[in-house]
């Protein structure tokens, strides 16, 4: 076997000890049997210098008499031997000659020649490989070569196995407070003893509590990893709270990026008795540490395994080796990439390009020995992969470079996870639930930021407190006896509670605690996570009872159109037999009065439309002020003498969209209302203003959307009313008033009318208090316009010969609605439902002129005739809707176009043949 393949074979060996759970000790003995088959030695040890007092001691040994060790096996930090490897030059000499007196007892050994080559990890000697020849007088320069590349090999197998073991080394204290979640937690003393960890601790570095409680932190993790941490330990120890990031070793969960916060733990009077570290698993993968040459078949699928591409760049032949796992990471085959620096250069990304080559180049000229830096490589499907590099560099004598050696590993994944983990962390920081931990006798030991806000209490104001502070006086005994007996019995307690704040006021939290258990089962202490639900439980509350209204408002809408067909018969039926009565006659007198009655019920279902928002409303740019004062003679006339009125008008209103007519009724039903709660007089007032509703507001108002509003203030000084009523006050039909004093649909349809212009109203009164109802009107951008003069009543309207199609299926109205028709001239081809409509439509027997339809019948609705009915007769062609509900239903079709008219029902002869006077005088 040649130099370079024994050299490559210990290599390989090497690099499996790192993926095999071997300890240091096992290790430095391979690294001692590699160190004496690449360089043909028989004897020599390993020295590693000792943190604390800067001797080298050895470490591991083969070879030597123990009189010969007794002699070497510590050398102080003072003796030329350890100056030399302090200063990372290898020593290659005779025994004899080595420049250093030696006691007589190592001259008898028989050593002839002899190498001492530094182990360094970065620019920092911490050791050296010392190996002796009983043979040869001198160690063969390719020998030295391969001494020096092995000690290389063994700094990072000796720092790897180093952290490994700190890192192995720091469990404990936590758990009892957070078993339940992910991250692991610890807590140590002033002196830097370990008096907690959590379970997860455990798990994590594979130890049990009692292994770890009681030592030394830099003991456990290790003099260099605390070394590291001292700054950050000494910032927390100080009073300051210290986010941390550091990789370390987990025993069986290999290499680990751990990122976390140190908390600083105060005593009853302020000062720090020590600090919690609370600490995040942030990788979830393992990163492979070797970065050896890939020649062999057995290194490649171990590299291969741990997703590691492998590079080296020969700076004499100016050649780079690129491994089997880099090509594939990018996607690539082992042919489709060849031995060139461009390889690599060519595939950086454009943006950092630059960046990486400076930095790289200031590496290969200044006097360090490792770099590690991120970047982005092209990938073969045309996307940018992240990877993340680490490089040693060997230098000639002169300190020019001779070769690199260099790893990369694809972090594009772990760089979104950590940007995940970021806002996991930022959202841990910032959890709004509460959180609290007691000992098994109540005592509370930890809360968390958000029992301070939510509470009012400080922290310091409640351990050690029981959390009965907290008690309403709204749970009985019985309660609290519950919960005890559940979380005492070892079980998790869900329930809510009614506590108080520190400023007494009250507020509701959904509660779950839970016994917390050590490793022997016992109950050590509970912990608590609650969330206050009082918004909630208010939205809720505000949601059912808009779900109430809205199921009574159903209710009363298929009441009204129902109604509204009866009373199509009944009041077109009465201005029939009205026209053919004799004038002045009694039966023509009970027929006014009929028909009187008619439109009171007609203005009731109206109410009931406009309560259940399936009334139609004219809007245009209304200025709310101007119709105010308009009504002043109305709102004087409706209250009584007695109630004196006050209008306070804030100038510059912006307008609102709003049916001019609607808004009128709103406001006179709220007259009426509070004229009614002031028999004995009082005071009346409406004031108008502008208000802007922001987020805070619409989130205890449902109904409300955040924007600028037109807010109209209805005061009274009348009777007032209780929780109970205001609660009711809007629900149809709900009446305070004496059987036959009202309907009970004065307020409901203030209701409706204000949530048909999407806005909301809200009430303030108590009993003897009187009444103040809140109108919230949108605000619109349009300018108001003087509203149109009403229209002068014309000659009678001529009746016609078209024919008409009459669509019906309330049997009483389409009588009704035949007999006007025929008898002012017209041919009327009756259907009683959609479908039959359709199919006179579609006979096509003779030109059907207009149709007249109900908006609502069965199989086919009046909007699906008309569609139909165009299709055979032009786009054009009249169609007349009569509808008890909304112009809604009527998809595609606009009232006022040139061949559309909508009646509500009940209307009355004239308007019906007026409006379809109009529609065929244009044909």
């Given at each position: ?10 290599q ?5 000890a790192?993926?095999?759970e ?28 000792q943190?604390d ?8 040994h ?23 490897v ?34 360094l ?7 050296c490989l ?18 020096e ?10 720092a ?18 957070v078993?339940h979640?992910?991250?692991?937690v610890?807590?140590?003393d ?14 994590v ?7 770890i ?9 290790g ?6 941490a001292?700054p950050?330990?000494e ?12 990789q370390?070793s987990c025993?069986h ?8 916060v ?12 020590g600090?919690y570290?609370?600490?995040?698993d ?18 490649d699928?171990?590299v291969?395994?741990?997703?590691i ?5 020969d ?11 880099w090509?594939?990471?990018?996607g690539?085959a082992?042919?489709d990439?060849?031995?060139?620096l461009?390889e ?8 950092e390009?630059?960046?990486?080559l400076?930095?790289l ?5 200044s006097?360090n020995?490792?770099?590690?830096f ?9 996307s ?13 004598d ?13 972090v ?9 983990r970021?806002?996991?962390?930022h959202a841990?920081e910032q ?11 109540g ?5 968390n930021?958000?029992f301070?806000?939510i509470?009012?209490y400080?922290r ?14 709204e ?16 079980r ?22 839970s ?5 022997n089962?016992t ?15 208010l939205?809720?509350?505000q949601?059912?009872?808009a779900?109430r ?13 129902d ?5 199509q ?12 009565a004799?004038?002045g ?8 009065e009929?028909l ?5 019920a ?15 409303t004219?809007r ?7 119709l105010?004062a ?6 004087r006339t409706?209250?009584?003498e007695?109630v ?17 007519g ?5 406001l006179?039903?709220?007259?009426t209302?509070?004229?009614d ?28 959307s955040?924007?600028?509003?037109v807010r ?5 000084t ?10 009711k006050?809007?629900d149809p039909?709900?009446?305070?008033k004496?059987?036959?004093a009202?309907t009970?649909l ?15 109203i ?9 009444a103040?109802?809140?109108?919230y ?6 300018s ?9 009543e014309?000659d ?19 009588t ?18 959609g479908?039959?409509?359709?199919e006179l ?8 002129d207009?149709?007249?339809l109900?908006v609502?019948?069965?199989r086919?609705d009046g ?5 139909r ?5 032009g786009?054009e062609?009249p ?8 112009r809604n ?7 006022r ?9 009940p ?7 007026r ?9």
């Open positions: 076997m040649t130099c370079r393949e024994r050299q490559l074979r210990v390989r060996d090497l690099a499996l790192l993926t095999q071997r300890g240091l000790d096992e290790t430095l003995k391979l690294c001692l049997e590699g160190a004496f088959e690449v360089s043909g030695t028989q004897a020599g040890g390993v020295y590693l210098f943190p007092t800067g001797e080298l001691a050895i470490a591991a083969q070879g030597l008499s123990e009189d010969f060790l007794r002699t070497v096996r510590r050398l102080g930090p003072d003796e030329k031997p350890v100056r030399l302090r200063e990372g030059t290898p020593l290659y000499t005779r025994y004899s000659e080595l420049p250093y007196e030696r006691p007589p007892e190592r001259d008898r050994e028989g050593l002839r020649s002899v190498a001492i080559v530094p182990i990890h970065g620019d920092e000697a911490i050791g010392n190996v002796a020849s009983r043979e040869a007088d001198r160690i063969e320069e390719s020998d030295r070569e391969s001494l590349t092995l000690a290389g090999v063994m700094g990072q197998v000796i790897a196995k180093q952290a490994e073991i700190a890192l192995q080394a720091s469990e404990e204290r936590f758990r009892k407070i078993d979640l992910p991250q692991f610890a807590f140590a002033t002196d830097l003893r370990y008096r907690y960890v959590n379970r997860t601790y455990e798990k570095f594979g130890m049990d509590a009692e292994a409680l009681g030592r030394s932190v830099p003991e456990f993790i003099e260099e990893a605390f070394e590291r001292r950050h330990v910032r927390v120890l100080e009073g300051e709270k210290v986010h941390y990031r550091e370390c025993l969960n290999g290499s680990r990026h751990i990122e976390g140190l908390l600083p733990e105060r005593d009853e009077h302020g000062r720090v008795h600090y570290a609370v600490l995040n942030v990788t979830h993968y393992v990163e492979a540490l070797a970065q050896l040459e890939a020649t062999s078949a057995r290194m699928a171990a291969h395994a741990g997703r591409g492998i590079w080296e760049r700076f004499r032949t100016g050649t780079v080796f690129y491994s089997a796992e090509k594939r990471q990018l690539y082992d042919d990439v060849g031995g060139a461009e690599w250069t060519g595939r950086l990304h454009p943006d390009a630059s960046r990486v400076e930095e180049q200031a590496f290969m000229e006097a020995t490792e770099y590690e991120e970047f982005r490589l092209r990938h073969r499907d045309g940018y992969r992240w990877l993340e590099a680490r490089t040693v560099i060997y230098r000639e002169d300190g020019t470079p001779r070769r690199m050696l260099g790893t990369h590993v694809d594009t994944e772990r760089r979104q996870a950590e940007r995940e970021e806002h996991l962390l841990v959890v709004a639930d509460i959180v609290v931990v007691t000992d098994t006798e005592a509370i030991r930890f809360v930021s958000s301070e806000r509470t009012g400080g310091d104001e409640v351990l050690g407190e029981n959390p009965r502070i907290l008690k309403s006086g749970q009985s005994d019985d309660y609290y006896r519950d919960l005890w007996e559940t979380i005492s019995g070892g998790t307690w869900h329930g809510r509670f009614v506590n108080r704040k520190k400023d007494g006021e009250h507020y509701t939290e959904s509660a779950t605690i016994p917390v258990f050590d490793q089962g109950i050590v202490s509970y912990v608590a996570v609650k969330r206050d639900i009082t918004e909630q439980l939205l809720e509350e949601y059912l009872h779900q209204l809205e199921g009574v408002g159903k209710l009363a809408g298929g009441i009204a159109h109604f509204n067909n009866i009373l018969v009944m009041m077109g039926n009465a201005q029939i037999a009205r026209t053919e004799e004038e006659s009694s039966l023509q007198t009970s027929l006014d009929v009187k009655a008619g439109k009171r007609r203005d009731l279902t109206r109410e009931l439309l406009t309560f259940t928002r399936r009334h139609d004219e245009r740019p209304v200025n709310i002020n101007e105010i308009n009504m002043e003679g109305m709102i409706a209250l009584s007695r004196g009125y006050e209008s306070r008008l804030t100038d510059g209103l912006p307008a609102v969209s709003a049916d001019p609607q808004i009128e009724q709103a006179l039903n709220l007259v209302n509070a004229r709660a002031m028999p004995e007089g009082g005071s009346f007032r409406i004031e108008t203003s502008t208000q802007y509703l922001d987020e805070w507001f619409c989130t205890w108002h449902s109904e409300a955040p924007g600028e509003y109209i203030d209805v005061s009274d009348g009777c007032g009313m209780d929780r109970d009523t205001c609660e006050a809007f039909f709900f009446t305070t004496e059987v036959g009202g009970g004065g307020l409901s349809s203030v209701y409706g009318i204000v949530s048909q212009h999407k806005g909301f809200s009430l303030y009164s108590e009993p003897g208090r009187g103040t109802f809140r109108l009107l949108p605000a619109s951008e349009e108001c316009e003087a509203p149109e003069a009403p229209r002068l014309g009678p309207v001529p009746g016609g010969t078209a024919t008409v199609l009459l669509g019906e299926d309330d049997p009483g109205v389409m009704w609605l035949r007999h006007i028709l025929e008898r002012a001239g017209y041919r009327v081809i009756a259907a009683e439902d479908a039959a409509a359709l439509i579609d006979a096509g027997g003779e030109k059907i207009l149709a007249v109900d609502v019948m069965p086919y909007s699906e005739v008309a569609r009915f165009r299709e055979k007769h786009e062609a169609v007349v809707f009569l509808s008890g509900y909304s239903y009527l998809s595609g079709f606009r009232e176009d040139s061949a559309t008219r909508i009646l509500s029902k209307c009355c002869e004239e308007d019906l043949l409006a379809m006077h109009s529609l065929l005088e244009k044909r």
